[in-house]
Antibody
């Protein structure tokens, strides 16, 4: 059974760096084709893809946030970490991690429960 | 970037109605399209991948069609549990992009 769970701070101050961890089970990020990505959703708004990392350590970022994002994986710990620098109140959102189970199939087969991050001083 | 445009943005329908949601890509994406359902306060759930492949456990009243730039999600007979927001997502190229969502409301 595949599960994912996001963890990290619920409140960050403007200009701070956000670090979120996605801890997963039921699959391995060393399996060919597998990826884990991050998607966010501001309150009452639409979904926005942020980044994804694959089994071969290939990484892709949304261009508008690329300079602020870093995605890494720890295969042995079954974790993916997203760092976002220089947080702003507009970054207030629920952040989800998602699982991609097959090569070239760049949709998210399963999502974590999400974690609400509020950016406020 | 590939822009995904959904229409309508909301639809009001009754139980038993047939509901159609459209998604248009700004450039061809073959069949690299997914549909998600999100209920209020809940996590998005993958319904359909590769434009028309129904995920395991998803009721057969849901179907997807289309290729290239124009896609459709159809609910053949709306059930109470189907009231939600539906999103399309193109999976053809990076950056991955979502449509603006279609809210299916009770009439």
């Amino acid at each position: 059974q595949v599960t994912l769970k996001e963890s990290g701070p619920t409140l960050v101050k403007p200009t701070q760096t956000l670090t979120l961890t996605c801890t997963f089970s039921g699959f391995s990020l060393s399996t060919t084709g597998v990826g884990v990505g991050w998607i966010r959703q501001p309150p009452g708004k639409v979904l926005e893809w942020l980044a994804v990392i694959y089994w071969n350590d290939n990484k892709f970022y949304t261009p508008s946030l690329k300079s602020r994002l870093t995605i890494t994986k720890d295969t042995s710990e079954n974790q993916v970490v997203l760092r976002m620098t220089n947080m702003d109140p507009v970054d207030t959102a629920t952040y989800y991690c998602g699982y991609q189970k097959a090569l070239r199939a760049n949709w998210f087969d399963l999502w974590g429960q999400g974690t609400l991050v509020t950016v406020s001083s | 970037d590939i822009q995904m445009t959904q229409s309508p943005s909301s639809v009001s329908a009754s139980v038993g109605d047939r509901v159609t949601i459209n998604c248009r890509a700004s450039q061809g994406i073959s069949s690299w399209l997914a549909w998600y359902q999100q209920k209020p306060g809940k996590v998005p759930k993958l319904l359909i991948s590769a434009a028309s492949s129904l995920q395991s456990g998803v009721p057969s009243r849901f179907s997807g069609s289309g290729s290239g730039t124009d896609f459709t999600l159809t609910i053949s007979s709306l059930q109470p549990e189907d009231f939600a927001t539906y999103y399309c997502q193109q999976a053809n190229s990076f950056p991955l992009t979502f449509g603006g969502g279609t809210q299916v409301e009770i009439k």
